[in-house]
Nanobody, 113 residues
Framework: VQLVESGGGLVQPGGSLRLSCAAS????????MRWYRQAPGKERELVAA????????TYADSVKGRFTISRDNAKNTVYLQMNRLKPEDTAVYYC???????WGQGTQVTVSS
């Protein structure tokens, strides 16, 4: 099982980023997927979740209306579109398959002017 996150970077407040998570080693389409983030000195928190076919999506209140999770089962990839970014969104972002224990290396998102 492998999860590889990408797309992070440094962006100004109000900007956008699109994160990707490429999965391999398991049947991606059978797993609900989640994005988490961990800011320095804080616990890892759930940001967004999507069911196997994308029929049910949930978001943390802090990102609702700004972030969009999606998936492409043909490409074994889950995405996180992040708009209107705020400094408090600064964190390492991780994807994870519900029921799998493996974490990826994460991708750093820094929102700063």
């Amino acid at each position: 099982v492998q999860l590889v996150e990408s797309g992070g970077g440094l962006v100004q407040p109000g900007g956008s980023l699109r994160l990707s998570c490429a999965a391999s080693g398991f049947t991606f389409s059978r797993y609900h997927m989640r994005w988490y983030r961990q800011a320095p000195g804080k616990e890892r928190e759930l940001v967004a979740a999507i069911t196997t076919a994308g029929g049910t999506i949930t978001y943390a209140d802090s990102v609702k209306g700004r972030f969009t999770i999606s998936r492409d089962n043909a490409k074994n990839t889950v995405y996180l579109q992040m708009n209107r970014l705020k400094p408090e969104d600064t964190a390492v972002y991780y994807c994870k398959a519900l029921g799998q224990s493996v974490w990826g290396q994460g991708t750093q998102v820094t929102v700063s002017s």
